[in-house]
């Protein structure tokens, strides 16, 4: 069993910047797909960001340029820097770990068979 945990969430302004942690309870992370996964009131769970065992990182169209998904192996610990933000990015944050993929990581909730409690970060305008 794997417990994830996420920190970081916050209010901020517009153009602000947060950083959001997932720390996970065994290193067993190092070997998965972990990814961060948003939800806002009334929509679906949407992706945001994956990373692979080889630290290669994916990102949503919406977020490229401004987000950045990170690992530190040593800490068990997932990253998401997120800069520039908009109002469009309040949503509550999940992070989530993905036992069976390695590196071709999935970008839809299924394959993820562990989940964070969610962190909420609220942008306004």
């Known amino acids: 069993q794997v417990h994830l945990v996420e920190s970081g969430g916050g209010s901020v302004q517009a153009g602000g910047s947060l950083r959001l942690s997932c720390a996970a309870s065994?290193?067993?992370?190092?070997?998965?797909?972990m990814a961060w996964f948003r939800q806002a009131p009334g929509n679906e769970r949407e992706w945001v960001a994956t990373i692979n065992l080889e630290g290669r990182p994916q990102y949503v169209d919406s977020v490229k340029g401004r987000f950045v998904i990170s690992r530190s192996t040593d800490k068990n610990t997932l990253y998401l820097q997120m800069n520039s933000l908009k109002p469009e990015d309040t949503a509550t944050y999940y992070c989530?770990?993905?036992?069976?993929?390695?590196?071709?990581?999935?970008?839809?909730?299924?394959?993820?068979?562990?989940w964070g409690q969610g962190t909420q970060v609220t942008v306004s305008s």
């Open positions: 989530a770990l993905d036992p069976l993929h390695e590196v071709a990581c999935r970008v839809v909730p299924g394959p993820y068979n562990y």
């Open positions: 065994k290193s067993t992370f190092t070997g998965s797909c």
